[in-house]
């Protein structure tokens, strides 16, 4: 069973690997076998990530970039090339989020948001996937959504309007890649504590998170390895792809 789940011989592009739930899903990818690049915007923490997995016995490089500066992606596409040849794998996980309620919200914290959780995956997939076809890889693309991506939740308007529209463009892309045999999925985390959503948890907020989540507790980060290694393992998940894999503690099931 466990050669279903082994990805010797991948790479990997994590794409804020350097983040809390991105770092543990890129240590997940190379506990399996992948060689893993973190890039992130900080390139401190990317090093961090990248160097917890070498300490484990795995192979993996820090690159910095900013998915909101595609001139930034297109470099660093030719420096993990030169450093890996190519890649299987592409783990989307960068985010921003604002509890800007929506009569407060401006056009530029609308666009900085959505540059990075939409516009910046969209386009950094289309380079990193036209490589994977250019070099004949087959693979999988996987998106990190939330669970405000299907209901949306209360103060993070603009968060929640980029994750329902990354939904969207993972089936899209489904659909358009798989000709190529590069599989398209994304994840919809529930409540995971990480940077950008400890500021908007207070006592009331939790108290209504975990009454709406049957598990009544919170994710951990590690919790999401599981569903990345499936998604990313060609032998598990071979004939899936357009799927919104929820890991959310039951929170997608329940209402009052």
Excluded: C
């Amino acid at each position: 069973m466990s050669s279903l789940f082994d990805l010797s011989g991948k790479v990997a592009v994590a794409l804020g690997g350097n983040s809390t739930l991105g770092g543990a899903m890129a240590k997940g990818l190379a506990d399996h076998g992948a060689k893993v690049a973190i890039v992130g915007r900080n390139m401190q923490t990317a090093e961090e990530v990248a160097q917890t997995i070498k300490e484990s016995g795995g192979e993996a490089k820090a690159f910095q970039a900013d998915v909101s500066d595609l001139s930034s992606i297109d470099r660093v596409i030719g420096e993990i090339e030169a450093w890996s040849g190519g890649w299987d794998i592409l783990l989307n996980a960068p985010g921003m989020n604002s509890t800007t309620p929506y009569l407060e919200l401006d056009p530029e914290e609308w666009d900085q948001i959505m540059d990075v959780n939409l516009k910046g995956i969209v386009f950094a997939t289309q380079a990193f996937a036209k490589k994977m076809i250019e070099q004949g890889r087959s693979g999988s693309i996987i998106n990190i959504s939330s669970v405000s991506s299907t209901t949306p939740l209360s103060k993070v308007f603009t968060y929640s309007a980029s994750k329902a529209a990354i939904n969207s463009v993972t089936q899209y892309l489904a659909r358009e890649f798989a000709p190529y045999h590069i599989r398209v999925n994304a994840i919809i985390p529930g409540f995971f504590p990480a940077e950008q959503n400890r500021k908007i948890l207070s006592e009331d907020r939790v108290q209504s998170i975990m009454g709406h989540t049957p598990m009544k507790r919170f994710g951990d980060p590690e919790e999401l390895q599981g569903a990345t290694v499936y998604l990313a393992s060609d032998k598990a998940s071979g004939f899936v792809t357009g799927e919104l894999l929820r890991v959310d503690g039951g929170f997608g099931s329940m209402t009052i």
